[in-house]
T-cell receptor, first 109, second 114 residues
Framework: QQPVQSPQAVILREGEDAVINCSSSKALYSVHWYRQKHGEAPVFLMILLKGGEQKGHEKISASFNEKKQQSSLYLTASQLSYSGTYFCGTAGGAQKLVFGQGTRLTINP | ETGVTQSPTHLIKTRGQQVTLRCSSQSGHNTVSWYQQALGQGPQFIFQYYREEENGRGNFPPRFSGLQFPNYSSELNVNALELDDSALYLC?????????????FGPGTRLLVL
């Protein structure tokens, strides 16, 4: 079952914040976040494991609520380099990684 | 740079032909997963190879097959190509096969079927 990402697209000005959500109908063991720029391969951002932990990476952080089967990616004080399509990938039990449809983030100067 | 390489970068085939795509995993990784990414979509899981054995398969027909070699590099073979097979094919390597492992993607092979 493919996770559902929201919003599908968002446009920000440089310095603004964004939140990207990822919801699954299945119990999750891990959530993986990637960013993909046009014509390039997805680049790993972070992985969150069952346990509700929050992770941070410079101005990008994420949370994982296993009870709600949801994860959120937080981008703070966005930079032009943050532009791209963000994908969450979810995995539960023996299920391999299933990716959402993506959230397109555009950062304008 | 993830250390994962794929060849060729681009390929044009006609309907009904067969194609082989190649992937070299990152040093120290024994697992390779293959994905198909259609334009504007997220990567769709095709199958995974762990220590030379298929270790999970997505909803793809048997004409999609693969191999993993003793050095953990991998091939994806697609027979009887269809127009809908046109996509970016990504491989990702990971240290091992668990869902807690980070997968590192290669640059992909863009396949166009005419």
């Amino acid at each position: 079952q493919q996770p559902v990402q929201s919003p599908q697209a968002v446009i920000l000005r440089e310095g603004e914040d964004a939140v990207i959500n990822c919801s699954s109908s299945k119990a999750l063991y891990s959530v993986h976040w990637y960013r993909q720029k046009h014509g390039e391969a997805p680049v790993f951002l972070m992985i969150l494991l069952k346990g509700g932990e929050q992770k941070g990476h410079e101005k990008i952080s994420a949370s994982f609520n296993e009870k709600k089967q949801q994860s959120s990616l937080y981008l703070t004080a966005s930079q032009l380099s943050y532009s791209g399509t963000y994908f969450c990938g979810t995995a539960g039990g023996a299920q391999k990684l299933v990716f959402g449809q993506g959230t397109r983030l555009t950062i304008n100067p | 740079e993830t250390g994962v390489t794929q060849s060729p970068t681009h390929l044009i085939k006609t309907r009904g032909q067969q194609v082989t795509l190649r992937c070299s995993s990152q040093s120290g990784h024994n697992t390779v997963s293959w994905y198909q990414q259609a334009l504007g979509q997220g990567p769709q899981f095709i199958f995974q190879y762990y220590r030379e054995e298929e270790n999970g398969r997505g909803n793809f027909p048997p004409r999609f097959s693969g191999l993993q070699f003793p050095n953990y590099s991998s091939e994806l073979n697609v027979n009887a190509l269809e127009l809908d097979d046109s996509a970016l094919y990504l491989c990702a390597s990971s240290r091992t096969s668990g869902v807690q492992e980070t997968q590192y993607f290669g640059p992909g092979t863009r396949l166009l079927v005419l």
